[in-house]
């Protein structure tokens, strides 16, 4: 609870303390994102949510920019009933690429490509033979490319950008899959 109040503060602040200024930004942007996914693996499948910090640079004339960024995301298996029940969560380091596509004014139709180690742990449980309910941990590592589709609202003088992603696949090793439907903010730097 701590964190996440220390952590809206913070996007305000920063947020807040640049609006103001008509000053040139640099190409470098810090984005925080928050969105609600689908799970699904070898050992795991579940619905839930991820949030995601990360720094990104801007390499090409505005269009093209470099990414890199951590994800965190907590899932359970409520709401599917054809597993037994899951809670797990996956750490993700990813690094990528995005390119406005089309683009008008502040709005741009945004593609990317990405690529991502991530670590899936949690508890399962299941009933055995003779009905009795069991526990078992559970723990992989993945590797994954990430296709992506969004749209992207970036005001010249504002110094926060909006990217709105429906499109954003996780696809890996160990039959790991994962999709997001996230929402972002991006605070520009000097």
Not at 31 to 46: E, K
Not at 99 to 113: E, I, P, Q, T, W
Not at 172 to 189: N, P, S, V
Request: hydrophobic share 40%.
């Amino acid at each position: 609870m701590q964190f996440r109040t220390i952590a809206v503060f913070f996007i305000l602040f920063s947020t807040l303390s640049v609006k103001g200024n008509d000053s040139i930004f640099s190409k470098n942007t810090i984005h925080y994102g928050i969105g609600l996914g689908i799970s699904d693996g070898f050992q795991q499948n579940g619905l839930g949510y991820g949030i995601t910090s990360g720094y990104e640079r801007n390499i090409w004339k505005e269009r093209l920019r470099l990414n890199i960024a951590f994800t965190y995301g907590l899932f359970s298996s409520i709401g599917i009933n054809d597993v037994g029940e899951q809670y797990f969560s996956v750490l993700t380091l990813e690094s990528g690429v995005k390119f406005d596509l089309l683009r008008y004014k502040a709005v741009s139709l945004v593609v990317g490509m990405g690529v991502c180690v991530n670590r899936v742990f949690g508890l399962k449980s299941y009933h055995d033979y003779y009905l009795n309910y069991r526990h078992r941990y559970f723990g992989e590592v993945n590797g994954a490319l990430i296709p992506s589709v969004g749209i992207r609202i970036n005001p010249k003088k504002s110094a926060v950008v909006y990217e709105f992603t429906p499109i954003n696949f996780y696809i890996g090793t160990h039959e790991f899959f994962q999709e997001y439907l996230r929402f972002g903010i991006g605070i520009k730097l000097r």
